[in-house]
C-alpha cells in the first residue's frame, strides 16, 4: 500500500517532531492529541522551526506553507481511518499504549501499518493489545526528530515481513537511516547510551568532578560531540530516568538503574533544557 497520510498520535516533543519530518517529506499528516489546544501548540512549534528553516533558506516560504497545509489535526481517533501508516507517540506507559493501539486497530483501515515510537516498553506487549499483531512494529525516532537521522525500526515474533519492509522503506523515503532490531529492551542505542550516561553521572560523585570537566573529558578524550551531562539535559532528566527505571527492571542490572543525583534532580524540577535548568542553566 503506496503511504500519501500518515496519523501521528501524540503531538507532544516526539510527536511534533517526526510530523514535521513527514511533512517536509511532501506527506500528509492527520495529527491527534486529546485537546484541540494540544494539536494548536503542535502547529505552532512546527510553525516556529519550518520558520528559521526559511531563515536560514533551508526551505522556501511556499514550501513551508505547503507542508503547514497538508498538516490537521483531531481529537478522534477515527479522523486517522484513512492512514496508511500510523505512528504513535503518546505518553511512555504501557496501558495508555496497549488502549490506544486496541482502539487504533478497530479505525484504522486493516492493510496499514500501526507503528509505536516507544523508548523502552515491549512492542510486543503492545502489538498483542490488537487483532493484528502482525501489523505492529516499532519505529524508534531520537530527539530532535527533525535533526537525528536515526530510525530503529524494531520487529517482533508477530511482526509480518511485509509490514517491516513497507517500514523500513517509510523510513528511508523520509529522509531517515533505518536500522533493523529486534525487540529487546532498550533496542541497540538506549541499551547502550543509558548505562553508559548513567557511569558518566556517578562519577560526578565518585570521582568528585564537575559536570562541565566531565563532559570536556568525554568531548576531548572520547571525541563525543556533546558531553554526557549535556547529553542528559537535551534528552530530559525525567527522560533519561524513566527509561533507566524501565530498563533496570527488563534486565536487573545495577548499571541500568538511575543514580541518586538524577532522581534529585527530577524530585526538584532540574530537568534539564526544557525547565531551563539542569546540569546547566539555559535562558528560555
Ligand atoms: N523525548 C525523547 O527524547 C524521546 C525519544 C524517543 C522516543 N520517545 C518516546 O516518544 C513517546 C512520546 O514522548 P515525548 O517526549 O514526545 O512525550 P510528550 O510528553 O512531550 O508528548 C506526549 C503527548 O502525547 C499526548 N497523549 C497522551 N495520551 C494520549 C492519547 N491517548 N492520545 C493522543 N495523545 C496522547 C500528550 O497529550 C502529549 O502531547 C514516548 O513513548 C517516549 O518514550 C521520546
Known sequence: MEISRVGVVGLGTMGSGITQVCLQAGLEVVGR??????????RARIDHYLSRGVEKERLTQDEKDAALGRFTTTTGLGDLASCGLVIEAAFEDLEVKRGLFAELDRVVS?????????????VTQIAEATQQPKRVVGMHFFNPAPVLPLVEVIRTAHTSDETFD?????????????????????????????PLLNDCVRVLDEARVTPEDVDRA?????????????????????????????????????????????????????????TGRGFYEYES
Request: a negative charge; aromatic letters at 4%.
Open 33 to 42: 492529541d486529546v485537546s484541540d489546544e494540544l494539536g494548536e501548540r503542535a
Open 218 to 274: 568525554m568531548r576531548f578524550g572520547a571525541n563525543w560531540p556533546i558531553g554526557p551531562c549535556a547529553l542528559i539535559d537535551l534528552i530530559g532528566v525525567d527522560v533519561h530516568v524513566h527509561a533507566s527505571e524501565a530498563l533496570h527492571a527488563a534486565l536487573g542490572e545495577e548499571r541500568m538503574a538511575p543514580p541518586q543525583r538524577l532522581l534529585e534532580m527530577r524530585d526538584a524540577g532540574q530537568l534539564g533544557r526544557k
Open 110 to 122: 486493516p492493510e496499514a501499518v500501526l507503528a509505536t515510537n516507544t523508548s523502552a516498553l515491549s
Open 166 to 194: 513497507t517500514t523500513y522503506a517509510f523510513a528511508q523515503r523520509i529522509g531517515k537511516e533505518p536500522v533493523a532490531c529486534n525487540d529487546t529492551p532498550g533496542f541497540i542505542v538506549n541499551r547502550i547510551l543509558i
